[in-house]
């Protein structure tokens, strides 16, 4: 989390900085009309280990979103939520189990609540119908109901019923609003439908193009969204994707970068001197990522070496995950060792009918970055990359040169290690002189206790418990 490493500038923010460890075993997201409006929007996680429901407030911060925690329900003893559904009525159904610790299945007894309101004069009435059997126009009215569950459903079978059952879907959006709550469903209908030859694609695309140059429009995120998702760069967007790379609605800027990834050949000039540079961390992210992938050599050195420190800090992001990160698929390195699990257990599938060890399928085992670049040759890519890297270490700039530290320090390569060591020491000194001198208001200490001769080779209990 960027909260304990902040030197990190490759993490991304989390929603809830304070969340701490847990064991969260199942999310859910309501908005619906049955429980009081404060509930509405909000996130509800069940955790195992905070015997708790806990329900996060959402609100947008940036390209994503920021959540303040409140707990919806607390098990008491041994009563642990290990799932959270929203069920008929806009009612929240938890699963309980009855766990002292995590003991194997089936050995504990198990409860399902049902949280509704406790007033029944302001219980939503449930309308109860078969989405199979339902005509298009009650499916489309289901989506501006206000229920967010019940509208996914229409329009999951909207789209299942295909080109028939959405022909109106243009209309439909052209007549509505985007203060409505139909109108984000309609918005990725029309896309959807466009993308698939359903409608006609040159209305739905101007209408989301008006949308989008619309600064003042609610719908402007979502409708930036569907446009990079289900049309992406090519023919009379390019020139619209190119410009909202500098948009100030970071949003924007993200779903440009996502859409320019897209493409065979992105603006990467114009995402490294815009959303490269953002300190919003998902934009950057997306930003360098697109780098990483597309940029040439000599575009990532001469980023790196360029007089803004926030495109050499974006340069040193692209180069280290070009680096240390291979392909999520792909052949493994020749030679690369992998490690095993501990419980021979793991390899063995249990399917209907027979047990597979998947060792005898392929290469399985663990490896860490250092086992990935230790196997093998390097290319000279790779060898490159590692120079860039090792230049950084010098940079004016603390972020760039702790960024390029951590990189390295994945590789454990006997080049860098000093050179990594004597950076971050050279920071820890440096904040320690700019750090304030504070007081030491209270000091506790515990003991002397006799070591009865036997010097620290006595364990006392203290040292084998919490205090």
Same mark, same amino acid.
């Not at 908005?31 to 280990?49: H, I, M, S, T």
């Not at 003991?103 to 007033?119: A, F, N, T």
């Not at 980023?303 to 495109?311: K, Y």
């Given at each position: 989390?960027?909260?304990?490493?902040?030197?990190?500038?490759?993490?991304?923010?989390?929603?809830?900085?304070?969340?701490?460890? +847990?064991?969260?075993?199942?999310?859910?997201?309501?908005?619906?009309?049955?429980?009081?409006?404060?509930?509405?929007?909000?996130?509800?996680?069940?955790?195992?280990?905070?015997?708790?429901?806990? *329900?996060?407030?959402?609100?947008?911060?940036? &390209?994503?979103?920021?959540?303040?925690?409140?707990?919806?329900?607390?098990?008491?003893?041994?009563?642990?939520?290990?799932?959270?559904?929203?069920?008929?009525?806009?009612?929240?159904?938890?699963?309980?189990?009855?766990?002292?610790?995590?003991?194997?299945?089936?050995? /504990? %007894?198990?409860?399902?609540?049902? $949280?509704?309101?406790?007033?029944?004069?302001?219980?939503?009435?449930?309308?109860?119908?078969?989405?199979?059997?339902?005509?298009?126009?009650?499916?489309?009215?289901?989506?501006?109901?206000?229920?967010?569950?019940? &509208?996914?459903?229409?329009?999951?079978?909207?789209?299942?019923?295909?080109?028939? &059952?959405?022909?109106?879907?243009?209309?439909?959006?052209?007549?509505?609003?985007?203060?409505? !709550?139909? /109108?984000?469903?309609?918005?990725?209908?029309?896309?959807?439908?466009?993308?698939?030859?359903?409608?006609?694609?040159?209305?739905?695309?101007?209408?989301?193009?008006?949308?989008?140059?619309?600064?003042?429009?609610?719908?402007?995120?979502?409708?930036?969204?569907?446009?990079?998702?289900?049309?992406?760069?090519?023919?009379?967007?390019?020139?619209?994707?190119?410009?909202?790379?500098?948009?100030?609605?970071?949003?924007?800027?993200?779903?440009?970068? $996502?859409?320019?990834?897209?493409?065979?050949?992105?603006?990467?000039?114009?995402? =490294? =001197?815009?959303?490269?540079?953002?300190?919003?961390?998902?934009?950057?992210? !997306?930003?360098?990522?697109?780098? &990483?992938?597309?940029?040439?050599?000599?575009?990532?050195?001469?980023?790196?070496?360029? *007089?803004?420190?926030?495109?050499?800090? =974006?340069?040193?992001? =692209?180069?280290?995950?070009?680096?240390?990160?291979?392909?999520?698929?792909?052949?493994?390195?020749? +030679?690369?060792?992998?490690?095993?699990?501990?419980?021979?257990?793991? /390899?063995?599938?249990?399917?209907?009918?027979?047990?597979?060890?998947?060792?005898?399928? +392929?290469?399985?085992?663990?490896?860490?970055?250092?086992?990935?670049?230790?196997?093998?040759?390097?290319?000279?890519?790779?060898?490159?990359?590692?120079?860039?890297?090792?230049?950084?270490?010098?940079?004016?700039?603390?972020?760039?040169?702790?960024?390029?530290?951590?990189?390295?320090?994945?590789?454990?390569?006997?080049?860098?290690?000093?050179?990594?060591?004597?950076?971050?020491?050279?920071?820890?000194?440096?904040?320690?002189?700019?750090?304030? $001198?504070?007081?030491?208001?209270?000091?506790?200490?515990?003991?002397?206790?006799?070591? %009865?001769?036997?010097?620290?080779?006595?364990?006392?209990?203290?040292?084998?418990?919490?205090?």
């Amino acid at each position: 989390m960027p909260t304990k490493t902040p030197d990190r500038a490759d993490l991304l923010r989390t929603m809830v900085k304070d969340m701490g460890r +847990g064991v969260p075993v199942g999310q859910t997201y309501y908005d619906e009309p049955g429980l009081p409006e404060r509930y509405r929007g909000n996130l509800l996680l069940a955790r195992w280990g905070r015997r708790a429901v806990t *329900r996060y407030v959402v609100r947008r911060h940036g &390209a994503t979103f920021q959540a303040t925690e409140h707990v919806l329900l607390e098990g008491l003893d041994t009563a642990r939520p290990v799932g959270v559904a929203v069920g008929r009525g806009g009612n929240v159904f938890v699963t309980l189990a009855y766990m002292a610790h995590n003991e194997g299945s089936p050995v /504990y %007894r198990s409860d399902l609540l049902m $949280i509704r309101r406790k007033d029944p004069a302001g219980r939503r009435r449930f309308r109860g119908f078969d989405m199979l059997e339902a005509s298009p126009q009650q499916l489309f009215a289901e989506l501006g109901r206000g229920g967010s569950w019940p &509208a996914r459903r229409a329009y999951v079978e909207l789209v299942r019923r295909g080109r028939g &059952a959405v022909a109106g879907v243009v209309d439909r959006l052209k007549a509505s609003n985007p203060d409505r !709550s139909e /109108y984000p469903h309609l918005v990725w209908l029309a896309a959807h439908s466009a993308r698939l030859g359903w409608v006609d694609r040159g209305k739905v695309v101007r209408q989301l193009v008006e949308l989008v140059r619309d600064g003042d429009s609610p719908a402007r995120g979502v409708a930036t969204r569907a446009l990079a998702e289900c049309f992406g760069v090519g023919g009379e967007l390019k020139k619209l994707w190119d410009g909202l790379l500098s948009d100030g609605d970071p949003r924007v800027q993200q779903f440009a970068v $996502i859409a320019q990834a897209a493409g065979p050949a992105p603006s990467l000039a114009k995402i =490294a =001197a815009g959303p490269a540079r953002s300190t919003d961390s998902y934009v950057r992210q !997306s930003a360098f990522q697109v780098m &990483a992938r597309h940029g040439s050599l000599k575009q990532l050195a001469d980023w790196a070496v360029s *007089r803004d420190d926030r495109v050499r800090l =974006a340069a040193v992001l =692209a180069i280290g995950t070009r680096l240390t990160i291979p392909p999520a698929v792909g052949s493994l390195r020749p +030679g690369l060792p992998l490690g095993k699990w501990p419980n021979d257990k793991v /390899y063995r599938v249990t399917y209907v009918g027979q047990t597979v060890d998947v060792r005898t399928l +392929g290469p399985v085992g663990v490896f860490s970055t250092a086992d990935h670049w230790r196997a093998g040759k390097h290319t000279p890519e790779q060898e490159t990359l590692f120079s860039l890297l090792l230049a950084r270490l010098s940079d004016n700039s603390e972020a760039v040169r702790l960024q390029a530290a951590h990189y390295l320090s994945l590789t454990r390569d006997p080049r860098s290690e000093s050179r990594v060591d004597a950076v971050r020491r050279q920071s820890e000194r440096q904040r320690l002189k700019r750090a304030p $001198i504070r007081g030491v208001a209270e000091l506790w200490v515990s003991g002397p206790f006799d070591d %009865r001769g036997a010097g620290f080779q006595t364990v006392h209990p203290p040292e084998t418990r919490a205090v």
